[in-house]
C-alpha cells in the first residue's frame, strides 16, 4: 500500500527545518548506502555527526510519529533516526530496494515501511521524482513540502535526475508491530471503517462489533 499523510509538518515548520538544513553540511550520499545502492545512488546527505541532527530529528520525526494516519497505516514498533537528503542539478537514486536490516550493532531494526517527507515545494524543482513500482505499475510522487509518503520497503523504488533546482527529503524507515504489508493494509482498512462507524453511533452494536474485531486482529498479529 502506498499511503500519502498530508501536512505533516506546516509551512512554519518547513520553514525552521529548511533553516536548519541550510546550515548543515551535506556529504556524498554514497557513505550511508547499502551493497546493492551504493551502485546507482548520486545524491547528499547532511552529515550524521552534524549539531543540527537533533532539533530537525525532534521537529520532523516529532511530527510524524505523532501523526494519526502514520499510526493506524504503520502501526509503528519503532523507526529510524531518518537521513536528510539534498539533490542537486543531475543527482538522482536508481531503482533499488533499501536495506532489509538496519541501525547499529544493539540497535537492529527490520525496515518494513519506507517514508520519504517531502521538504521543498515541488515547484522547486524539475524532475526529482519518487518512483514506485507496484504490481499495478508504476506510481510516481511528487508532492507538497510537509507531506510525506510511505509504501513498503520492499518495494523497487528510484528517484528521478533532479533536472534543475533542488529536491530536500527526509528518508526514514520503519518497523512495524505486523510484519506483512497485506495483514498491515487489511487493518489500516479496518480501522478506517471503525472510525466512521465511531463516528456515525459509537454505542451501536455493529461499532462494538468492528471495533473488537480490529482490536483483536492487531492482538493476533502485532509483534513485538
Ligand atoms: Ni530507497
Not at 191 to 207: H, K, M, N, Q, V
Request: include cysteine; charged fraction near 20%.
Amino acid at each position: 500500500m502506498l499511503l500519502t499523510l498530508p501536512s505533516v509538518l506546516s509551512s512554519e515548520e518547513i520553514s525552521v527545518a529548511q533553516d536548519l538544513l541550510g546550515k548543515g553540511r551535506f556529504v556524498d550520499g554514497k557513505l550511508s548506502a547499502g551493497q546493492e545502492a551504493v551502485r546507482v545512488k548520486n545524491n547528499t546527505e547532511l552529515q550524521a555527526q552534524d549539531e543540527l541532527m537533533t532539533p530537525l530529528n525532534n521537529l520532523v520525526m516529532g511530527k510524524l510519529v505523532r501523526n494519526p494516519v502514520y499510526q493506524a497505516a504503520a502501526l509503528p514498533a519503532g523507526v529510524a533516526a531518518p537521513f536528510y537528503a539534498r539533490y542537486t542539478e543531475g543527482m538522482r537514486y536508481g531503482n533499488h530496494v533499501d536495506d532489509p536490516v538496519m541501525g547499529q550493532a544493539n540497535q537492529r531494526y527490520r525496515s518494513d515501511i519506507s517514508i520519504t517527507i517531502f521538504l521543498n515545494a515541488p515547484e522547486d524543482y524539475d524532475g526529482g521524482e519518487l518512483v514506485i513500482v507496484s504490481n499495478f505499475g508504476e506510481q510516481s510522487v511528487k508532492l507538497n513540502a510537509g507531506d510525506a509518503v510511505m509504501y513498503p520497503s520492499s518495494s523497487t523504488h528510484r528517484v528521478n535526475e533532479v533536472t534543475r533546482g533542488e529536491r530536500l527529503v527526509a528518508v526514514t524507515w520503519c518497523q512495524s508491530m505486523v510484519r506483512d504489508a497485506a495483514q498491515r493494509e487489511l487493518l489500516y482498512n479496518l480501522s478506517l471503517a471503525r472510525d466512521e462507524l465511531i463516528a456515525r453511533d459509537a454505542t451501536a452494536g455493529a461499532t462494538q462489533r468492528v471495533s473488537n474485531a480490529y482490536t483483536n486482529l492487531v492482538r493476533m498479529w502485532a509483534e513485538l
